[in-house]
T-cell receptor, first 112, second 111 residues
Framework: SQTIHQWPATLVQPVGSPLSLECTVE??????LYWYRQAAGRGLQLLFY??????ISSEVPQNLSASRPQDRQFILSSKKLLLSDSGFYLC???????????FGPGTRLTVT | GQQVMQIPQYQHVQEGEDFTTYCNSS?????IQWYKQRPGGHPVFLIQ?????EVKKQKRLTFQFGEAKKNSSLHITATQTTDVGTYFC???????????FGEGTQLTVNP
């Protein structure tokens, strides 16, 4: 069966510090991968998605970037965090044949 | 671009009451999906509807896809405290690679 991992679960970082969040999927090949951010009590904001290795589409211009160095690995990064980067970061995957998305447990990021 | 709107934003019910959330898309959808996010958790896929007028049931949950494939609803009969959470609908973009999520309906159930 397929599983998706995200780490860390929680993170507290000072303003201006770098960020690296990792997401890995097991049990499937060539998945579509997604990064979302969710503010408290709000909906899901799509940040990046990838349909293959090295293929990244950015939805919202900001100080975040994403990379997909391997088929089932998706990384979200920032060189310098802003206070506004605080939120709940969710990674998700889907197959090429179906539309439903499966989410990881998420990372709660607090920028202080 | 495609927009998906959900109402209401919040709903408070007494345990045992029914609950309905509505989803409307600005464009015709090839399918619509529903997700549930428990407090502190991540969204979990519940169901996908594909056919015009389709109705699907999962125990006390009834999902409906409109005839024009632009709206959908989720109805919960006799809510329980385990139903607490935020319910999102989502429809695929034309390209199929992305989903447009509604803003969600946050359900609280008073015991």
């Amino acid at each position: 069966s397929q599983t998706i991992h995200q780490w860390p679960a929680t993170l507290v970082q000072p303003v201006g510090s770098p960020l690296s969040l990792e997401c890995t999927v097991e049990g499937t090949s060539n998945p579509n991968l997604y990064w979302y951010r969710q503010a408290a009590g709000r909906g899901l904001q799509l940040l990046f998605y990838s349909v293959g290795i090295g293929q990244i589409s950015s939805e919202v211009p900001q100080n975040l970037s994403a990379s997909r160095p391997q088929d089932r690995q998706f990384i979200l990064s920032s060189k310098k965090l802003l206070l506004s980067d605080s939120g709940f970061y969710l990674c998700a995957w889907s197959t090429l044949l179906s539309y439903e998305q499966y989410f990881g447990p998420g990372t709660r990021l607090t920028v202080t | 671009g495609q927009q998906v709107m959900q109402i209401p934003q919040y709903q408070h019910v007494q345990e045992g009451e029914d609950f309905t959330t509505y989803c409307n898309s600005s464009t015709t959808l090839s399918n619509i999906q529903w997700y549930k996010q428990r407090p502190g958790g991540h969204p979990v896929f519940l169901i996908q509807l594909v056919k015009s007028g389709e109705v699907k049931k999962q125990k006390r949950l009834t999902f409906q896809f409109g005839e024009a494939k632009k709206n959908s609803s989720l109805h919960i009969t006799a809510t329980q405290t385990t139903d607490v959470g935020t319910y999102f609908c989502a429809g695929p973009e034309t390209s199929g690679s992305r989903l447009t999520f509604g803003e969600g309906t946050q359900l609280t159930v008073n015991p």
